[in-house]
């Protein structure tokens, strides 16, 4: 299973990015998807989850301003950044919850981060 990450890159506060990851491989579902980012010196956080059948979860500082979406069907999971700060800048990773087989267990997969930089 790999996951690809796309959509970062520069720019200034105020402005808006849209991230996508795409789940790839031998997998049979999945459940929960979300975003995490890493930014210099800090551990690494939630951003958004969503689950399989639509709930999401925000941490505080992204509420109304960040939106998580998915799609089932292509295996994408979306994040749609709006009035970006300089300190959202960071390496933002994605991560899902899935099953290789019907009968294998569920367990975690991360993407490779994409850096997403805020300037003032």
């Known amino acids: 299973v790999q996951l690809q990450a796309s959509g970062g890159g520069l720019v200034q506060a105020g402005g808006s990015l849209r991230l996508s990851c795409l789940a790839s491989?031998?997998?049979?579902?999945?459940?929960?998807m979300g975003w995490y980012r890493q930014a210099p010196g800090k551990w690494r956080e939630k951003v958004a989850l969503?689950?399989?059948?639509?709930?999401?979860d925000y941490a505080d500082s992204m509420k109304g301003r960040f939106t998580i979406s998915r799609d089932n069907d292509k295996k994408t999971v979306d994040l749609q950044m709006n009035s970006l700060k300089p300190e959202d800048t960071a390496v933002y990773f994605c991560?899902?919850?899935?099953?290789?087989?019907?009968?294998?267990?569920?367990?975690?997969?991360w993407g490779q981060g994409t850096l997403v930089t805020v300037s003032s």
């Open positions: 491989g031998n997998i049979f579902s999945i459940s929960d």
């Open positions: 991560k899902i919850h899935g099953r290789r087989t019907m009968f294998a267990s569920s367990r975690q997969y």
């Open positions: 969503i689950g399989s059948g639509g709930l999401t």
